[in-house]
C-alpha cells in the first residue's frame, strides 16, 4: 500500500510527497529500475563534492551498490520515496532484524538531495516508516540502529520522536562537547553485536561508535564531504573521529519501550 505525506523544504519552494511503500519485494520490476537508477544519481550528488558529475568512484559505486543484494529497492523490508513533482529527490529504507535477542529496525540508508537538505525531510520521512500500525508486530523493546558520515543525519536521529504509544529511554553515543559520555556496558556490547552484522568484514571502534569503511567495498564513494551541520559540537566530532578517506560511518542506536 503506498501512503502519501507531504513534507515543506527550506531551499525548494516546491513540495515534497512521500510515498510508503510497504512491501517494496511487489514492486513492479520497471519502477524497482528507475528507482534504482534515480537512488544513484541522487547519492552521487549528496557524497561526491561540488565535482560529483566528473567524480566516476562515486557514481560507479552507487550504482554497484544499488544493483547488488541487499541494497536493491525491492530489498527493503520497507521504503519510502520522496518526490518533488516527479522527480525523486529523497529516500529511506529500513530492514527487520533480530540480533542478540532483540528486535532490530535497521534504517538500511536515507540520502536527500542536497537542495531539499535540512527542511525535515528525513525527520517526517522516519516517522512515516515507523507509523503506529505498523510499530504494533513488535514487542515491548525495539533497538533502532543506523549507520552514517553525516553529521546532520546524526542529529535528525537525536530530534525524532517516538511513534505514538513508545517512548525513547536511551540515545547512542551521546556527542557533547567533552566528548562522548560512557554508555552501559549492554549497549555497548549490543552495539559491537550490531557491527558484527551489519559490517562483518569492517574493524569496529567500540569506544567511539565508528564503524570503519563500511562503504568502502563499493569505492570511494565520499568525496570532499562538507555537511552544513548547525551544531559545532557533532561536525567537530565527525570531522575528527571519522575518516573520511575510509569511508567510515558512525553506528547510531535508539532504544524504544512501549508504553502501557
Known sequence: ?????????????TPVILKVLDRPQEMKPQYAEHLAGAFAEISARATGG?????????????RD???????????Y??????????RVVHFTALDVLQIGGYDVI???IAITEPEFQGAGVLLKAVAALLDPMWMERFSSTVHVVFRTP????YESLQAIPPPLRWRIVGRYPEIKETGLPEAPEEIRSFAKAVAARLSPECPYDS?????????????????NLNFPCRNPVTSSFFKQQLD???QDGLLTISLLEREY
Open 1 to 13: 500500500m503506498n501512503k502519501p505525506t507531504s513534507s515543506d523544504t527550506a531551499k525548494s519552494k
Open 150 to 153: 553525516n553529521p546532520i543525519v
Open 244 to 246: 573520511e578517506l575510509n
Open 77 to 86: 523490508a520497507r521504503l519510502v520515496v520522496g518526490y518533488a513533482g516527479e
Open 106 to 108: 535497521w534504517f538500511h
Open 65 to 75: 551498490y544499488y544493483a547488488s543484494p541487499g541494497g536493491r529497492p525491492r530489498d
Open 50 to 62: 561540488k565535482d560529483w558529475q566528473v567524480y566516476s568512484p562515486g557514481q560507479d559505486g552507487w
Open 207 to 223: 569506544e567511539r561508535f565508528v564503524i570503519k569503511g563500511y562503504f568502502k567495498k563499493y569505492g570511494a564513494l565520499y568525496q
